[in-house]
Nanobody
Framework: QLQASGGGLVQAGGSLRLSCAPS????????MGWFRQAPGKEREFVTTISMSGGGTYYTDSVKGQFTISRDNAKNTVYLQMNSLKPEDSAVYYCAASRYTTIPRQRREYDYWGQGTQVTVSS
């Protein structure tokens, strides 16, 4: 299972860093990514990273604001979120994919974490 952490309450303009790591045992996937789900909305793709080559892909709304990175030694991915806005408030989920091409759809991820709440106050 994946363990996501780092969420919390922050004022608009602030920053948070989320982490995601497997809770135990060997774990290997081609991509690890982040999705988010706000109340009453569909879970949406945010970003993903290749665990081998390090290539990244972001949804347009977070480009230049969020940065995904990885630490292969720790099998951990991070999501650095800067200049946070109230509309970034959501439960953030990390997920892992076996796909060999950039996975951007929810169905392309087969392993999910439990989610961590991010709340941005105005």
């Amino acid at each position: 299972q994946l363990q996501a952490s780092g969420g919390g309450l922050v004022q608009a303009g602030g920053s948070l860093r989320l982490s995601c790591a497997p809770s135990g045992g060997f774990f290997s996937r081609n991509y690890m990514g982040w999705f988010r789900q706000a109340p009453g909305k569909e879970r949406e793709f945010v970003t993903t990273i290749s665990m081998s080559g390090g290539g990244t892909y972001y949804t347009d709304s977070v480009k230049g604001q969020f940065t995904i990175s990885r630490d292969n030694a720790k099998n951990t991915v991070y999501l650095q979120m800067n200049s946070l806005k109230p509309e970034d408030s959501a439960v953030y989920y990390c997920a892992a994919s076996r796909y060999t091409t950039i996975p951007r759809q929810r169905r392309e991820y087969d392993y999910w974490g439990q989610g961590t709440q991010v709340t941005v106050s105005s």
